[in-house]
């Protein structure tokens, strides 16, 4: 007979002390961390834990015993369940705080190097209907909430529903009334297409054993009032494609470009299959104000599986502030790593001497150069591959060594291989965008070998969330002097080791490197009276 499993705790009175990693909000409970979704800095909060790890629990809330101060009523009424949203019940100023206080964290616990004051958070006017893009999907087993009143009778008769994926859940969609993300039509196009499908009957997605006809909704739009609507469907049903498509058509005129995609692979991405033209263009189009005001204004198209940042007008406020860090002489070679459709290139192409974009996506790389013609941009130049690979002493021989770097580099940060091309190159400055603080920090505890920190500016991309995107300037540090070899001798009381430069005859610093290890050569950056603080160039291979 298996062991019984103890049953977890129901945590009672727990004080919520601040909002966390993911959204979830954190309080602490016999020495370990109770991470708890939907809950409020200032909550006192019964929570039930329903996953239990070595240093922390997970848990749900059961009962709000006292609602924190910060906490406002939520718009949406699907609040609490769709993943979207998660920080709807706290105040917008409160939202910003704690995203200052997530890149001020990210910098002190990870990177743990200096830094100047962080700048106030750039927030968005929009905190809602922001998004230029969603994707819904479709499913013939929607989830039903507790709320459903059909949830007591047995179950409702129809089981359709067309939404947003359960926070984690590939297989559990919530049924949406109104999403307060993306600005009508959207809401009506959706809701309009769900009761089509349901008079008609076309049958809804079941992702367990991938039948039914209707898959996925993409819809996107555009500050110029351009509006982009793909259907993706299980197969090719002609007549109830075009039935559906045809409804689409005459029911919303301001569609600008109508598209499908007949998707019978197993998992959702359509990067890989044609998308089909029904009606319109097969693009829409994006325009950003300049870098510099007097300049005219940028054009972007963007096609049906092209990238582009999804809160268009902070997007203008992220590259601004990058433009503004770079400060541009005009005479510059610069390298715009991750440049994804060459958005930023394209952006400062005007500013510099040349800049030069990569990114893996070949398809993005196409958009870039589409782009930079669109702009009568002529200084740009796009190559397409995997950065960790394509950057290397042989690309900066060809291309020129960089004045400028500016990187934008998916959640995951930069690879260790491009970190370490970026310190070979040595440009004199470094703009790093990332939409991750924390793994922005490793990086820039890696580039500290070489490179200061002279500005951080976080900037608000996603109202009602807890992702926040963070612009720092990198400035190569002015070498104080350099020495041969070195030693590094005993270990002091706090653990660090003495360090003996042989060729300087009594300078000591403090390292953190073993003692013992043998040192080739090192520079001293922080030079006063004496050696504070070390650079190894080489360590010895004997120990
Ligand atoms: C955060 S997006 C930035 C896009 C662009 N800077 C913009 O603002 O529109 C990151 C980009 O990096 C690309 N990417 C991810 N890993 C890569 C790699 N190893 N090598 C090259 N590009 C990569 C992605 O395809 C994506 O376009």
Not at 218 to 234: E, N
Not at 264 to 289: C, R, S, W, Y
Not at 418 to 442: D, F, G, H
């Amino acid at each position: 007979m298996g062991r019984r499993k103890r049953p977890l705790p129901l945590i009672e009175n727990l004080e919520i002390i601040d909002a966390g990693a993911e959204g979830k909000a954190v309080g602490r409970w016999n020495e370990k961390v109770v991470f708890v979704p939907f809950a409020a800095p200032g909550d006192i909060v019964d929570v039930q834990v329903f996953k239990k790890k070595r240093s922390f629990y997970e848990a749900k809330i059961t009962r709000i015993q006292q609602a924190s101060p910060l906490r406002i009523e939520p718009e949406c009424s699907h609040f609490g369940l769709c993943g979207g949203c998660k920080w709807q019940h706290l105040d917008y100023t409160e939202q910003l705080r704690y995203k200052q206080k997530q890149v001020k964290d990210s910098l002190d616990r990870i990177a743990k190097i200096p830094y100047p004051e962080i700048q106030q958070i750039i927030g968005s006017d929009n905190t809602f209907y922001y998004r230029n893009k969603l994707e819904y999907t479709f499913s013939d087993r929607r989830w039903l909430t507790d709320f459903d009143p059909s949830k007591e009778e047995g179950g409702p008769e129809d089981t359709n529903g067309l939404g947003f994926h359960l926070p984690g859940m590939f297989d559990k969609i919530l049924d949406i009334e109104k999403c307060y993300l993306q600005k009508d039509p959207s809401n009506a196009i959706r809701l309009a297409t769900k009761k089509y499908a349901l008079k008609n009957g076309l049958t809804f997605y079941n992702v367990r054993n991938w039948e039914g006809l209707l898959r996925n909704m993409i819809i996107r739009t555009s500050t110029t009032g351009d509006l982009m609507v793909i259907i993706i469907f299980k197969e090719n049903d002609a007549e109830k494609i075009s039935g559906l498509m045809n409804f689409l058509k005459e029911s919303f005129p301001e569609i600008t470009s109508l598209m499908f995609v007949i998707n019978d692979k197993k998992n959702d991405t359509i990067t890989d299959l044609e998308v089909q033209l029904f009606a319109g263009h097969p693009f829409i189009m994006e325009e950003m104000p300049p870098a510099i005001e007097g300049q005219t204004a940028l054009k972007f198209k963007i096609g049906p599986i092209s990238f582009y940042q999804t809160n268009s007008e902070q997007a203008y406020k992220l590259y601004k502030t990058a433009f503004d860090f770079a400060d541009f002489q005009g005479n510059e070679l610069v390298y715009d790593l991750y440049t994804g459709t060459g958005t930023i290139a394209n952006f400062i192409a005007r500013c510099a001497k040349k800049v030069i974009g990569i990114e893996y996506v070949e398809d993005a790389v196409k958009d870039a150069f589409e782009n930079a013609a669109l702009n009568s941009i002529e200084n740009v130049d796009f190559y397409a591959g995997d950065l960790a690979k394509v950057l290397d002493e042989s690309f900066f021989e060809k291309h020129g060594k960089p004045d400028v770097i500016i990187t934008d580099p998916p959640r995951a940060g930069m690879h260790v291989n491009v970190v370490k091309q970026i310190l070979v190159a040595e440009p004199e400055k470094i703009v790093y965008v990332s939409c991750n603080p924390a793994t922005q920090a490793r990086d820039l505890a890696l580039l500290h070998e070489k490179y200061d920190v002279k500005k951080v500016q976080p900037v608000d991309m996603f109202p009602q969330t807890h992702h926040v995107e963070n612009v720092v300037l990198l400035v190569r540090r002015q070498v104080g002097s350099r020495g041969g070899a070195g030693f590094i001798s005993r270990e002091d009381a706090k653990g660090q080791v003495l360090f003996h430069a042989t060729a300087r005859r009594r300078k000591v610093c403090f390292t953190q490197k073993r003692s013992g290890t043998m040192v080739w050569d090192w520079i001293c950056y922080q030079n006063k009276r004496r050696i504070i603080n070390l650079n190894l160039i080489h360590q010895s291979p004997y120990f």
